[in-house]
């Protein structure tokens, strides 16, 4: 059989010719790959035939109105002025400075343990309850039939039962199924 390359043997030796290419064509790729990166390139030969463009106006946006883009420069200037001053900017009272009552979290039910005499276990919004330990914000009176019995206090008092991967929604007072943060 005719080997494709004269330098090398079919059995896979290299001869003292292929020896000598192949350490030419290394010396030759070596010599190329040096000196090309180090050719002087004279870029400034060729001049541009329209002038670069102009840089856009500094408060120009692509996702914000030129009202946002005001309120926002407003905003930073007023920080800015309170970092230097080491005065808290003047801010209109509102509801934000009204002190906020906590709300009541939704309560989502992960799984139910009935080990009878009256002995239970609820997971619920991360909580292992049982009759002896109760969640911060609600409590869980009793447990029947795969479902937990849960009193919530506060401004809105309410009483209501979920069965595990329910989820008692404290903004519209009713239940789904699944997890509702």
Known sequence: MMPLIPAFRPSGHIGEGGRRALLLGTRLWLSVAICVPLWPVNLAAEEPSQPPPSPPPANASLMFSEADVAAVAKAVAAL??????????????????????????????????????????????????????????????????????????????ARFRLHPDQTWRSDHHDIVEGIFP
Do not use: C, H
Request: charged share 25%.
């Open 80 to 157: 800015e002025r309170a970092q230097e001053t080491g005065i808290a900017a003047e801010a209109a009272p509102g509801p934000a400075d009204a002190p906020q009552k906590p709300k009541t979290p939704n309560i989502y039910v992960s799984a139910i343990v009935e080990l009878g005499d009256g002995d239970w276990t609820v997971w619920a919004n991360g909580y292992r309850i049982g009759p002896k330990e109760q969640a911060p914000d609600f409590k869980v009176v009793g447990v029947k039939d795969n479902a937990a019995e849960i009193v919530v206090g506060g401004d809105q008092p």
